[in-house]
């Protein structure tokens, strides 16, 4: 049975002559159209049922109109407020989509399933709880937010999978899974090479890939072809486990096998920068139900994090693909757990950093400070059974010297438990000695 969806536009050549008005070809003469099409989008958000990505599309460039002082007066303030609005607008109802209104889950999470870069979640949050963005940073943002929905919307807008019928469909899936493993065998093929160097004690075989990598970057960008959804999957390609670091040496001695390869890759696609830090966020922001201390997995996510950000080597990549301080540490701030804050103060403490010592040092402080309050496990007296329950890392804790110590100064009445703070939301320590009840009595 046919599925009917009611647009407010009247067929598809209509949308798509908006499309052509939003986003001009570049060797287009024609006027710039973009308000106009904002004027018929205004028009179809009367008629109802318009897609999200269309009304932000309209809210994000008319912003971008806004942004031109000989042509409206507005002040530097109300500009940056137009970019924050539609900007919220856009990360919120496209995070909100997919929420369910009985289990709420982070909007990292949602994000992460849509494709959204959690720098975007980011700077929706910065925006809306804390102070208002740079006219720079929200500048950038916006550039990046409409070429996002450019290659998510409006770019397949005439070959939408809902309304392919199920051969194509099933055809266009088989691409996806086929483009995945032929990024797999490139891949594969120089983490072979990539190996065998490690192996080798001697440093100048250890940079022998670096004559490979050329060719290897050139099947890459024939493979993705400059497509953002191809060039997505290679950077959650790139990640996977049996890729990069997963080479049983030292990580010093793995970088410079792979920093040739990324490096060109870097220079060939101008987003693959930017997809790939923002997948390693992911990583290291989600979730996860293992003592994240020794997460191995995490830890080598936020090692290839640290060198790309401090080192010298990709300091001029990092200036080349628009990256900087407040790309990476708001995030880390915001999602504080052992290897953001990790990766927050490598970058504080690596010389030069001007934004992440001036901006940010008084935060990663602070953050870094009640993180560690925060994961002092709760100490008692224990029994055998209760001490066998605990994760290895806290049993490992209470074993060593200082955890003795802790458990004998609870045991003199020194301290025990913790107590909710009325005041502050929080917790702290109870000042006092810790007396067991049966369960059911306060």
């Known amino acids: 049975m046919a599925h009917i969806v009611w647009t407010p536009w009247r067929d598809i050549s209509e949308i798509l002559h908006v499309r052509r008005q939003f986003y001009p070809s570049p060797s287009s003469k024609e006027p710039d159209l973009r308000r106009k099409a904002c004027g018929q989008v205004s028009a179809w958000k009367l008629r109802g049922n318009l897609p999200h990505a269309v009304e932000s599309t309209w809210l994000l460039t008319d912003a971008v109109l806004a942004d031109n002082i000989t042509v409206n007066k507005l002040t530097p303030l109300a500009v940056r407020a137009c970019y924050a609005t539609a900007f919220c607008r856009f990360v919120t109802g496209l995070v909100d989509s997919e929420q369910d209104a009985r289990y709420k889950v982070p909007m990292y999470d ?36 409409l070429e996002w929905l450019w290659n998510d919307y409006w770019k397949y807008l005439d070959l939408r999978t809902d309304s392919l019928p199920d051969d194509k469909l099933s055809a ?6 086929n483009l995945k493993e032929e990024l797999r065998d490139i891949l594969h093929h120089y983490s072979s090479i990539c190996m065998q160097a490690a192996k080798t004690k001697s440093h100048s075989d250890i940079l ?4 490979t990598a050329n060719e290897v970057c050139l099947d890459l960008v024939r493979t993705c072809n400059g497509e953002r959804l191809a060039i997505a999957e290679l950077a959650k390609v790139l990640l996977e486990q049996t ?87 708001p995030t880390c701030l915001q999602n504080p757990n052992h290897w953001t804050l990790k990766l927050a103060s490598a970058i504080f403490d690596a010389p030069g950093h001007k934004v992440a010592k001036d901006v940010y040092g008084k935060r990663i402080s602070k953050a870094v400070t009640e993180h560690a309050k925060a994961k002092e496990p709760i100490i008692r007296t224990m029994s055998t059974d209760s001490h066998h329950s605990l994760l290895p890392s806290h049993r490992a804790w209470l074993e060593s010297e200082e955890g003795l110590k802790e458990q004998a100064r609870i045991a003199q009445g020194d301290a025990g438990g913790l107590e909710e703070d009325p005041e502050g939301g929080g917790w702290e320590r109870w000042k006092g000695t810790w007396v067991s009840k049966p369960v059911g009595l306060v």
């Open 110 to 145: 949602k994000a992460k399933i849509v494709g959204l870069p959690a720098s975007f979640v980011e700077l929706r949050h910065e925006a809306t709880h804390g102070d208002l963005p740079s006219l720079v940073v929200l500048r950038r943002a916006a550039e990046r937010a």
């Open 243 to 329: 890729n990069m670091g997963r080479l049983g040496r030292h990580m010093d001695e793995v970088f410079p096998v792979w920093d040739s390869l990324l490096k060109m890759l870097s220079a060939q696609q101008e987003r693959f920068l930017a997809l790939l830090v923002d997948e390693m966020t992911m990583h290291i922001i989600s979730p996860s139900l293992m003592d994240m201390t020794i997460d191995t997995y995490r830890e080598v996510i936020t090692m290839w994090l640290t060198h790309v950000f401090t080192s010298e080597n990709w300091a001029a990549t990092i200036k080349h693909g628009k990256l900087d301080d407040n790309f990476i540490v």
């Open 208 to 211: 022998l890939p670096a004559r």
């Open 172 to 177: 266009f899936k088989a691409g996806r899974e």
